[in-house]
Nanobody, 124 residues
Framework: QVQLVESGGGLVQAGGSLRLSCAAS????????MGWFRQAPGMEREFVAA????????YYSDSVEGRFTISRENAKNTVYLQMNSLRPEDTAVYYC?????????????????WGQGTQVTVST
């Protein structure tokens, strides 16, 4: 049974930091591209960052480039999203996702598996 379980969300003041984690099980994590998306109320699910299985290819959305860092530990079947210099507009539910092809999709429809999401709220 495939599971992706996000954790680490919460309430933080603008300018603060959070580290999200996503623990995976039930599939060959070390061969999958892992991505992070977010969805604010009334908005489309938005690409945040993604990283190939080897870690060599990493992509960020323009809105988080330079502030967020995606990383993974294949030995622990875990992917992380370090979020620094948080802004109120970063407020959303954050989801991790897994894709089995050796590509780095930026659209949520292309991912195979999804977590349940974790809420991040950034106050002014």
């Amino acid at each position: 049974q495939v599971q992706l379980v996000e954790s680490g969300g919460g309430l933080v003041q603008a300018g603060g930091s959070l580290r999200l984690s996503c623990a995976a099980s039930g599939f060959a994590f070390g061969t999958y591209t892992m991505g992070w998306f977010r969805q604010a109320p009334g908005m489309e699910r938005e690409f945040v960052a993604a990283q190939t299985w080897s870690g060599r290819r990493i992509y960020y959305s323009d809105s988080v480039e330079g502030r967020f860092t995606i990383s993974r530990e294949n030995a622990k079947n875990t992917v992380y999203l370090q979020m620094n210099s948080l802004r109120p507009e970063d407020t959303a539910v954050y989801y991790c996702a897994a894709e089995g092809r050796p590509v780095v999709p930026r659209t949520w429809l292309e991912y195979d598996y999804w977590g349940q999401g974790t809420q991040v709220t950034v106050s002014t």
